[in-house]
Nanobody, 112 residues
Framework: QAQLVESGGGLVQPGGSLRLSCAAS????????MRWYRQAPGKEREYVAH????????MYGRSVKGRFIISRDNAKNTVYLEMNSLIPEDTAVYYC?????WGQGTQVTVSS
């Protein structure tokens, strides 16, 4: 059974940076594309980014393109989301997704 565990969230000031991690187990990570989503209070869950199994192809949602970077380490079964130039609108719970499974999420709050 797939298990995804996010970490790295927290409170950050506007303009700051955070790096989220998602540790995966229960499936063949190195053969699986990985995605990040986020959900702000009162809003629909929003696609953020995804990366192919080899890490050679990445795509981003319009609202984060140019500020966020998705990466992965197949030796560590971990996918990352580096978030830069954070704005208050980035405040949300961030979720990792793969093979039909979701992690529990990690809260990111951007506020002065």
């Amino acid at each position: 059974q797939a298990q995804l565990v996010e970490s790295g969230g927290g409170l950050v000031q506007p303009g700051g940076s955070l790096r989220l991690s998602c540790a995966a187990s229960g499936f063949t990570f190195s053969s699986t594309a990985m995605r990040w989503y986020r959900q702000a209070p009162g809003k629909e869950r929003e696609y953020v980014a995804h990366i192919n199994s080899a890490g050679s192809a990445r795509m981003y949602g319009r609202s984060v393109k140019g500020r966020f970077i998705i990466s992965r380490d197949n030796a560590k079964n971990t996918v990352y989301l580096e978030m830069n130039s954070l704005i208050p609108e980035d405040t949300a719970v961030y979720y990792c997704y793969a093979v039909g499974s979701w992690g529990q999420g990690t809260q990111v709050t951007v506020s002065s």
